[in-house]
């Protein structure tokens, strides 16, 4: 059984700052968060930013509505991710979902159950 367990949601300003955080618990071997995903009200979920590694560093994507105002980390030791964000705009409101998979085969994936981000104008 694996949990995703997200954090640090909640409501701020246009022009604030967010930090989420995701953490793995769990039977968690060989599982990695690498991904924040966001569902804005009435519409589908959408890839904000994923975090991978070749063994030697790290790449990062991120969608282009937040590129530039946003940054996805890990903390390995603590098998969380984190996705800060910077300079919100209402646009930004959703529920931000964290993303893990397996890295051996069968490859699962799994989803947290999901923050609110609310950014009023």
């Known amino acids: 059984q694996v949990q995703l367990v997200e954090s640090g949601g909640g409501l701020v300003q246009a022009g604030g700052s967010l930090r989420l955080s995701c953490a793995a618990s769990?039977?968690?071997?060989?599982?990695?968060?690498m991904a924040w995903y966001r569902q804005p009200p009435g519409k589908q979920r959408e890839l904000v930013a994923t975090?991978?590694?070749?063994?030697?560093?790290?790449?990062?994507t991120y969608a282009d509505s937040v590129k530039g105002r946003s940054t996805i980390s890990r903390d390995n030791a603590r098998n969380t991710v984190i996705l800060q964000m910077n300079n919100l705009k209402p646009e930004d409101t959703a529920v931000y979902y964290c993303?893990?998979?397996?890295?051996?085969?069968?490859?699962?994936?799994?989803w947290g159950q999901g923050t609110q981000v609310t950014v009023s104008s």
């Open positions: 975090i991978t590694s070749d063994g030697t560093r790290d790449s990062r």
């Open positions: 993303y893990a998979k397996r890295v051996v085969a069968p490859f699962n994936a799994y």
């Open positions: 769990g039977s968690i071997r060989n599982i990695r968060p």
